[in-house]
């Protein structure tokens, strides 16, 4: 698996509500990434971090918080604010600081609902 | 900015058919990755290659190969002699160089099925 790990694998949300995604990593990565997948888009990147205690805004950053509290774990709070949070997403971790074998590695992926 | 196109959204073949799966991208650095992921139905993105800036070699690894020429931005993947198991959502890939924010932004991904 890459040495990520997302919980749960599905997740059913009425609407106002927030929720939190659960994103681990094992292999003392640095950098963590989330990115949201809509059909037809790809995937787009909600926020990314790089050190504990920093992070930066992606492409569609509204509606979403983190937080990297500890070098293992990156979670993804998705707000009442975020208009249309039905999605997959989609964590992943990048091996290699520097210069080589920079790879992506992603974990299983929540699914989404609010009702 | 950074962009990547993959302009053909759906892709279907029959078995034992040669695939190829374009990929155009746009950055301004010299240095930059470029990878090919693979979506299986189950969701998760299976990591497939990745590219230097500076190695334009093409690679082969089995039934993959891929051609990545800079003068045209592109780095396109080709299946030979598909099977059904490649039927799957292909996405490809840029990351920013390294050091500091590592950004890697992703193509829209081309589905392709693979008819038995």
């Known amino acids: 698996d890459g040495g990520i790990t997302q919980s749960p694998k599905y997740l059913f949300r009425k609407e106002g509500q927030n929720v939190t995604l659960s994103c681990e990593q094992n292999l003392n990565h640095d950098a963590m990434y989330w990115y949201r997948q809509d059909p037809g888009q790809g995937l787009r990147l909600i926020y990314y971090?790089?050190?504990?205690?920093?992070?930066q805004k992606g492409d569609i950053a509204e509606g979403y918080s983190v937080s990297r509290e500890k070098k293992e774990s990156f979670p993804l709070t998705v707000t009442s604010a975020q208009k249309n949070p039905t999605a997959f997403y989609l964590c992943?971790?990048?091996?290699?600081?520097?210069?080589?074998?920079?790879?992506?590695?992603f974990g299983q992926g929540t699914r989404l609902t609010v009702v | 900015a950074q962009k990547v196109t993959q302009a053909q959204t759906e892709i279907s073949v029959v078995e034992k058919e040669d695939v190829t799966l374009d990929c155009v991208y746009e950055t301004r650095d010299t240095t930059y990755y470029l990878f090919w992921y693979k979506q299986p139905p189950s969701g998760e993105l299976v990591f497939l290659i990745r590219r230097n800036s500076f190695d334009e070699q093409n690679e082969i690894s089995g039934r993959y190969s891929w051609n990545f020429q800079k003068s045209t931005s592109s780095f396109n993947f080709t299946i030979t002699a598909s099977q059904v198991v490649d039927s799957a959502v292909y996405f490809c890939a840029l990351s920013e160089p390294p050091g500091g924010y590592q950004k890697v932004t992703f193509g829209t991904g081309t589905k392709l099925q693979v008819i038995p």
């Open positions: 971090s790089q050190i504990v205690n920093d992070f």
């Open positions: 992943a971790k990048l091996s290699g600081d520097t210069s080589e074998n920079t790879e992506a590695f």
